[in-house]
């Protein structure tokens, strides 16, 4: 007999639910952790996928849901059990298209976000201050689509203002990243120092302007390898704020924002 419902998750129902995981794909560790993280951050919330268990007591779908509430503690909250399932119906589950984090924001903030907008954010909340560099989040804290709202609400102006920049689709999410940044913290140096990067007018070499251009833009068109785009564009900014001529950025280098940015920065919360 096909039945579905909700019920709240025990240690019982969990660990009974994984002896019944004899034959599923390979188990994805990563994954695991980032939805445990996820479930500790509260960010769990019940929907239509749940788990899914054949007529003849096999766990077809859930594992990982499963494993995450096993090392999350077994948190009281509500799952979707679906039993009774023809075996055959492991051959339909998870065939259909995947939203992604812009997907997502469009349905939360019920207005059109692009891809190019969602992506520069998103390397704002999976990168994270140690020391003097920036350090990439590991796999499970990297970010989930709820975790970019605050940070679209946060630089929303920056957002809106430079929505004509972010279609030039060639260049990559951590330049534009950076540039959000900056136009937050002085919009009218940005848009200067953009206008500079995107045309090539009015630079030299030794301007941090010219060494973004380079690095960021037209090496990606030409095929040149270079250190990583958001490194360059952080020290090039702090550079420009200083009013020091950019010195040659070296593959390793990284940096952190200089002081007056950090304190201008919307109070973002990284977790």
């Known amino acids: 007999m096909l039945t579905a419902k909700f019920v709240t998750v025990t240690k019982e129902l969990v660990e009974g639910l994984l002896e019944k995981n004899?034959?599923?794909?390979k188990l994805k560790p990563h994954s695991v952790d980032w939805m445990a993280n996820q479930i500790r951050a509260g960010n769990w919330h019940p929907n239509n996928q749940g788990i899914a268990v054949s007529r003849d007591g096999v766990l077809l779908d859930g594992q990982h849901r499963l494993m995450a509430l096993r090392e999350a503690g077994y948190p009281p909250v509500q799952v979707l059990l679906v039993s009774g399932l023809e075996p055959d119906a492991v051959g339909t589950i998870d065939i259909g298209t995947r939203r992604d984090h812009a997907d997502t924001l469009r349905l939360l903030m019920k207005e059109d976000v692009s891809s190019?907008?969602?992506?520069?954010?998103?390397?704002?909340?999976?990168?994270?201050?140690n020391g003097s560099r920036w350090v990439r989040a590991k796999q499970a804290d990297r970010c989930s689509s709820l975790d970019l709202v605050p940070y679209?609400?946060?630089?929303e102006d920056a957002v809106v203002e430079m929505?004509?920049?972010f279609r030039w689709k060639?260049?990559?999410?951590e330049t534009r990243a950076a540039f959000i940044v900056y136009y937050t913290y002085d919009h009218l140096n940005a848009i200067r120092f953009i206008e500079q990067v995107t045309t090539g007018e009015r630079i030299d070499r030794s301007m941090p302007a010219y060494q973004v251009r380079e690095q960021c833009v037209l090496r990606k068109v030409s095929g040149q390898k270079g250190g990583e785009d958001l490194d360059v564009c952080v020290r090039a900014i702090n550079?420009?704020?200083?009013g020091r001529p950019m010195r040659m950025w070296k593959s390793g280098m990284q940096q952190d924002w200089c002081q007056?940015?950090?304190?201008?920065?919307p109070r973002v919360d990284t977790r």
Request: a positive charge; hydrophobic letters at 50%; glycine letters at 2%.
């Open 116 to 129: 190019q907008v969602v992506s520069a954010l998103a390397v704002l909340a999976n990168y994270r201050f």
């Open 260 to 265: 007056q940015i950090k304190e201008a920065m």
């Open 22 to 25: 004899v034959h599923n794909r």
């Open 170 to 173: 060639s260049v990559r999410a």
């Open 152 to 155: 679209l609400q946060a630089y």
């Open 239 to 242: 550079d420009e704020i200083g």
């Open 163 to 165: 929505s004509s920049w």
